[in-house]
């Protein structure tokens, strides 16, 4: 493959991410792409028998309602705030659409707020048709994350053993900024302070464990890897 198609490549998988979600609050400095969130919320509807879930989208359910993250974000990162999630669905007559339509909105919620860490309070559903009654729904395709080369510097490498070595991270991705790279680390200026490193880890992790609680931990653990303590910020672009 030759530059041009690496970066042409890179570009598609970028995009492909969709938007980059805040987990958590305002001080956990975490996120996630929506593409992942998304996989995570439909692996949840299949369980519902007589329902396809069409198109859902994730987004900010106020964008005057955020606040400001305690970390610098990776870059077009949605700020912390609240979340809408938005779905069309199709579903069997075996029991009254409303009926089905709150079932399907806990079960989204439920998947967003506790299996991930997403501070989802609305979620805003439409019925787009009726399905036969022995109606099977496509199985979801978890989206394969882009596997990060090797690390390039010592810093890096001690940053990736870090995370690494979090329970619930499988592994290192290398989707966003470009030319597959997981770790990221720079030297930003504060106009309030001396100058400070600031590193960004992108993550794929477990369904076992709440992805909230092991991005966390992998900020604190790649923190006290650094001698400089460094501001972190986690984005997770794979759950499964």
Excluded: K
Aim: glycine fraction near 8%.
């Amino acid at each position: 493959m030759t530059t041009a198609d690496r970066l042409t490549q890179a570009v598609r998988n970028q995009l492909g991410l969709g938007r980059l979600l805040p987990l958590g609050g305002a001080r956990d400095g975490v996120w996630i792409s929506e593409r992942a969130a998304e996989a995570v919320l439909r692996r949840a509807a299949e369980d519902m028998h007589g329902v396809r879930l069409d198109v859902l989208r994730i987004a900010l359910a106020d964008p005057e309602d955020t606040g400001e993250a305690a970390v610098p974000p990776p870059p077009s990162a949605l700020p912390p705030g609240p979340l809408r999630v938005t779905a069309d669905f199709a579903a069997t007559a075996a029991e009254a659409l409303p009926t089905t339509a709150d079932r399907l909105r806990g079960l989204l919620a439920t998947a967003a707020t506790e299996g991930l860490g997403l501070t989802v309070t609305e979620v805003d559903l439409r019925v787009t048709s009726l399905l036969d009654e022995d109606a099977e729904p496509p199985p979801v395709r978890q989206p394969e994350p882009t596997r990060a080369p090797e690390p390039g510097s010592p810093d890096e490498e001690r940053v990736a053993a870090a995370a690494l070595a979090v329970p619930g991270v499988t592994g290192l991705t290398g989707t966003l900024g470009g030319l597959g790279r997981a770790v990221h680390i720079e030297e930003r200026q504060d106009e309030a302070a001396l100058p400070r490193r600031h590193v960004r880890v992108e993550i794929a992790v477990s369904a076992d464990r709440r992805s909230v609680e092991v991005a966390r931990e992998v900020r604190e653990w790649v923190g006290e890897a650094l001698a400089d303590r460094p501001t972190v910020a986690v984005l997770i672009t794979a759950v499964g």
